[in-house]
Every structure is written in structure tokens, then in C-alpha cells.
């Protein structure tokens, strides 16, 4: 059920497939090709939604650079699968509640092209520690009695407590959720000092890390996690390491929101975690949200 690079190449396969049918219809104008050419992206992807929200237990954020020396504009993706090994999607404004660039002297909304995926947007990155964070609107998801798809996900990501501290919410299938990604990514800008820190952004469930980022090599460093600023234990928090696509540690955090990870090399790192509760609203039976933070490990100093 991984999403890899397979399931990338059959995605662009048929998105090409598409692109010549638009090409073979008749003269067109370039910009009624480019709309039909996005509507066809929108429709693939909306195709294959169905089989992402089931076997994508993450979504994050996937910078081309973690660290410029200028400042440049790099290309960010979003990404949707397992383990660190995903598929990118498109831009889809109708998705996005928020999505946002703040560095230490300001912040500005992100806005992207229809129909992006690679990059899904070009950003110009500011001096100092920039923080892009994106959080989507609710999204609905069913699990049928027959399968051991909800008995597996409240295992993978360890929610049996959190879904049991509630009896009168339905506890097994058929069960209906809604979900909300809450994403960050970590870019250094030119002249970030060693002391820049990530900070709360306000997303509803979010991961903070303690380390400056300047100063983010292997070993032991914690995160915090927070429910709108506040602190959340419970949490099983997991690092995946970019390189081989493992799970490298993963903890449950404390009543403080704090955990400690052991990052053990330089690489790129995908920090996950999720909380769910009964749906509030009464649109679904449980809402759950899922938090990622990605970041680069520099090599140690000697």
C-alpha cells in the first residue's frame, strides 16, 4: 500500500495520456489548452483521492532546499504517503484553509498555480529561519465493516487510548471520520542566526522543535506538541528518515507535549504525529488531525 515512485509514474503517465487527447480534440487557443490540461490533472487526482486518504498515513511538506545562501526561490511539493515515500499532489485551492510563509520579520499568505504538483508552488525565501506551514480543509473518509483498514490505522499511529476515551463514539466499523493535515517545513534563509528557533504558528495540532535548526545534528532532540498552543500528551510521535524510508524512532509524548527523538544522521526527516476526537460538528462520527514537521540533520562538527 506504499505510495512510491511507481505509483508517481503511472500518475504522470496518464496525466500525459490526458494532455494528447486535449491536443487531438481540435485547434484550441493556449488558454483554453492550459485549462483543459489542469481540469484533466484535477480529474486524475480526484480519481485516485479514494486510495490516497486510505493507504497515505502522511501528508507533508517536501522543500527543493532546506538551507539557501541567498535569497532564492526554491520549488515546494506536497506529499501524501508512507513512510516518507510519497507522491506529489496538485495545488487545489479548494483544500487549503491556510497556507502560509512567515519569517522573522513578517509573514504573507501562499498562493499556487491550479493544477501544480511539481513544484505545486515557487517560493522566495526571506533572510533569517523561514517557516511555511499549510493546513487544509476537512476531509471525509469511510471504513466499511468488512475491512481491517480502522482496526490497522488506530495501531499504526496510536490512537486505541484516544478513541477509547470515548465509548459512545462508534468504536468499529462501519465508522465515518473526517481529517485535517496540518503541515510545517523548516527552510533556512541566509543569515540565520544560531539561535533562530521554531516557534507555535498557530496551527491547530502542531509539532515545534526545540533545537535551533542551525544547530540540528545527529542525535537525541525534542519536539513539543501542541493542540491550538497548548500541550498534548498521548501522542505517538514518529521520525522517518529521507535516505532508507525508515521509521529511525518514534515516542509517545509526555503530559509536558515534549518527546525525544534520536535523529541519527544527516538527512532529510519527516516528523509525524495524530490526534483524533468525536467529530463536534456531527458530520462525521471522529475528526482527526495529523500533524507533520520537516526538516534537514546537518553533519555533525568536528
Not at 8 to 13: A, I, L, N, S
Not at 128 to 147: A, C, K, M, V, Y
Not at 169 to 174: D, E, I, R
Request: aromatic letters at 8%; hydrophobic letters at 35%; glycine letters at 6%.
Amino acid at each position: 500500500m506504499r505510495l512510491g515512485k511507481d505509483a508517481e509514474d503511472t500518475q504522470d503517465k496518464t496525466q500525459n495520456n490526458t494532455h494528447d487527447i486535449s491536443i487531438q480534440a481540435g485547434d484550441v487557443s493556449l488558454a483554453d489548452f492550459r485549462n483543459r490540461r489542469r481540469l484533466s490533472r484535477h480529474f486524475v487526482w480526484s480519481l485516485s483521492v479514494l486510495s490516497l486518504t486510505v493507504s497515505g498515513h502522511e501528508f507533508w511538506l517536501d522543500p527543493s532546499a532546506h538551507q539557501v545562501t541567498t535569497s532564492q526561490s526554491i520549488g515546494l511539493q506536497f506529499r501524501v504517503g508512507q513512510e516518507f515515500r510519497g507522491s506529489a499532489q496538485p495545488y487545489l485551492q479548494r483544500d487549503i484553509n491556510t497556507f502560509m510563509h512567515l519569517w522573522p520579520s513578517g509573514e504573507a499568505p501562499i498562493t499556487g498555480v491550479l493544477g501544480d504538483s511539481r513544484p505545486a508552488v515557487k517560493l522566495t525565501i526571506k533572510p533569517g529561519l523561514n517557516l511555511i506551514t499549510h493546513l487544509t480543509t476537512p476531509q471525509p473518509i469511510s471504513f466499511r465493516p468488512e475491512d481491517a483498514i480502522w482496526a490497522n490505522y488506530l495501531v499504526l499511529d496510536g490512537l486505541e487510548a484516544q478513541v477509547a476515551a470515548h465509548p459512545d463514539v462508534p468504536q468499529v466499523p462501519p465508522v465515518s471520520e473526517r481529517y485535517i493535515r496540518s503541515a510545517k517545513t523548516l527552510v533556512l534563509g541566509p543569515g540565520t542566526s544560531s539561535s533562530a528557533r521554531d516557534r507555535d504558528t498557530f496551527l491547530p495540532f502542531e509539532l515545534i522543535l526545540e533545537t535551533p535548526p542551525v544547530r540540528l545534528f545527529p542525535g537525541p532532540h525534542r519536539f513539543q506538541i501542541t493542540t491550538d498552543g497548548q500541550p498534548t500528551p498521548g501522542i505517538l510521535v514518529k521520525a522517518f528518515r529521507y535516505s532508507d524510508r525508515k521509521t529511525v524512532d518514534q515516542r509517545v509524548s509526555a503530559t509536558d507535549g515534549w518527546v525525544s527523538l534520536d535523529l541519527p544522521s544527516a538527512d532529510r526527516y519527516l516528523i509525524s504525529g495524530v490526534r483524533i476526537d468525536p467529530d463536534t460538528d456531527g458530520l462525521a462520527d471522529w475528526l482527526s488531525y495529523w500533524a507533520s514537521l520537516t526538516l534537514e540533520v546537518w553533519p555533525a562538527t568536528p
